[in-house]
């Protein structure tokens, strides 16, 4: 069966510090991975999604990047951290190919606090 | 781009009570997939719907779909502490592309 695992589960980092932050998944081969993050109460913003090794695409312009190094490992990365990035990051799977009748896989999440 | 906008934001209900979540795209989607959030935790996929008209249930919870593909709700018949979250759809367009969340609607339960 797959999983998905996400690290670290809470986080709190100062302004301007770097961010890493790591998902892999387990039991599929060539998914659909996604960075998602939940402000506080509110809904769930697509960061990024990929669709294979080292293809990013990015959703909305921002302080964060995110790299595929391997075929199940997708990393949200932050050179330099802001009060706004804090927030709950979800990392998410779905099978592969154009099917258009796919669920997301949602990890369990990471909450970063910037102070 | 495409919106997906969902009332209310926040419901709070007696236990035995009803609950219904509403859901609206701007544009007409290929299908709708509904979602839910416990407290602290991540989403968890509960339905997808994929024809126009369409109605799904699972237990105490009725699933629908618009007849023009652009609206969906979910109604909770007789809610129970276990039903606590946040209930999001989420909705793809016809030409395939990201699934777009909407904001969700958080229902709180007193028992």
């Known amino acids: 069966s797959q999983t998905i695992h996400q690290w670290p589960a809470t986080l709190v980092q100062p302004v301007g510090s770097p961010l890493s932050l790591e998902c892999t998944v387990e039991?599929?081969?060539?998914?659909?991975l996604y960075w998602y993050r939940q402000a506080a109460g509110r809904g769930l913003q697509l960061l990024f999604y990929s669709v294979g090794i080292g293809q990013i695409s990015s959703e909305v312009p921002q302080n964060l990047s995110a790299s595929r190094p391997q075929d199940r490992q997708f990393i949200l990365s932050s050179k330099k951290l802001l009060l706004s990035d804090s927030g709950f990051y979800l990392c998410?799977?779905?099978?592969?190919?154009?099917?258009?009748?796919?669920?997301?896989?949602f990890g369990s999440g990471t909450q970063l606090s910037v102070l | 781009g495409q919106q997906v906008m969902q009332i209310p934001q926040y419901q709070h209900v007696q236990e035995g009570e009803d609950f219904t979540t509403y859901c609206n795209s701007s544009t007409t989607l290929s299908n709708i997939q509904w979602y839910k959030q416990r407290p602290g935790g991540h989403p968890v996929f509960l339905i997808q719907?994929?024809?126009?008209?369409e109605v799904k249930k699972q237990k105490r919870l009725t699933f629908q779909f618009g007849e023009a593909k652009k609206n969906s709700s979910l109604h909770i018949t007789a809610t129970q502490t276990t039903d606590v979250g946040t209930y999001f759809c989420a909705g793809r367009d016809n030409a395939g592309n990201m699934l777009t969340f909407g904001g969700g609607t958080r229902l709180m339960v007193k028992p």
């Open positions: 998410a799977w779905k099978r592969p190919g154009l099917t258009l009748n796919e669920k997301l896989f």
């Open positions: 039991g599929t081969s060539n998914p659909n």
């Open positions: 719907l994929v024809k126009s008209g």
